[in-house]
């Protein structure tokens, strides 16, 4: 893929938000506050940051992108959408009986999903197995991951952070989502997870905090990881859950809930605007 410029990378984050909208309009359900937030760090990841092909999804030295957080597939699908790896049109296809693009990612069914992911908590431990295997293997291809922060929860998550501290996992790149919010409510209400750097740090990791809606320094915070030859790295990148639309921006009531027609209208024409006044 060429890289883009930030301003061109920008767009493609708003037309990814848009696409969200649509294809959660469309399915009737799905999660919107997630993808939201995260489109900034995804448009980054498939027009920067990935060293990929979308038309050899397969290509062994590829890089592998994780989702540890099924939930929030519609910003990777939008963002793969975008990319190249399939038509856009299909995007509104999402959680339809039989479609690709089911509302957690299947790897079996959409060339370039690396895993089947959903069970919370799980995303870690299979990229760390996958960068421990490359480095036996010689594999010269980095491993990304992407959770979410509410998934810090739980402990199967913890026991991965502790396996690529040990040994060491300079190849993996761990992405959290730090918006804050879960299903229930705000992440410190339902079971705090500060301090969430020093925990890292325990662990053997190298810590990298960002603001996650700034396409530059998701770019240079991956840059910086790819120059860590000791450690594992964490890139805890600030979001807000559902970025982009005003209504939905930091409400965890909007973790679980796509836009009902209106909604969805006020929701475009923002991005719209937006798009407009960058």
């Not at 448009?43 to 992108?65: G, M, Q, T, V």
């Not at 959408?81 to 299947?106: C, D, I, M, N, W």
């Not at 030859?229 to 890139?235: A, K, L, S």
């Amino acid at each position: 893929m060429a890289n883009l410029s930030i301003a061109q990378i920008e767009k493609k984050a708003n037309e990814i938000r848009k696409d969200i909208i649509k294809m959660l309009l469309a399915a009737g359900s799905g999660h919107s506050a997630g993808p939201l937030g995260m489109a900034d760090i995804f448009a980054a990841f498939y027009f920067a940051i990935l060293n990929h092909d979308p038309h050899k999804p397969f290509w062994p030295e590829r890089d592998r992108l994780i989702l540890s957080n099924g939930h929030i597939c519609p910003v990777r699908y939008a963002a793969m959408a975008e990319a190249g790896y399939f038509p856009v049109a299909e995007l509104k296809t999402l959680r339809r009986l039989g479609s690709r693009l089911q509302g957690h990612p299947e790897r079996l069914r959409l060339p370039g999903m690396e895993t089947t992911s959903g069970p919370l908590g799980s995303g870690l431990a299979q990229a760390a197995g996958y960068a421990y295997a490359a480095r036996m293997d010689g594999g010269r291809f980095r491993v990304y991951c992407v959770t979410s922060d509410g998934e810090h929860q739980e402990g199967n998550h913890w026991e991965a952070v502790a396996f690529a501290g040990k040994y060491n996992l300079a190849n993996l790149t761990a992405i959290v989502d730090r918006n804050n919010i879960q299903i229930d409510g705000f992440t410190e209400d339902v079971m705090p997870l500060e301090p969430l750097v020093e925990k890292y740090k325990a662990f053997n990791w190298h810590v990298i905090e960002i603001d996650g809606h700034n396409i530059q320094e998701i770019i240079d915070a991956v840059n910086e990881a790819r120059a860590v030859y000791e450690n594992p790295t964490v890139i805890i990148a600030h979001t807000i859950p559902g970025k982009g639309v005003s209504f939905m921006e930091n409400k965890f009531e909007w973790h679980g809930k796509p836009p009902n027609p209106e909604e969805a209208k006020i929701a475009l024409e923002e991005l719209r605007k937006g798009a407009k006044a960058e």
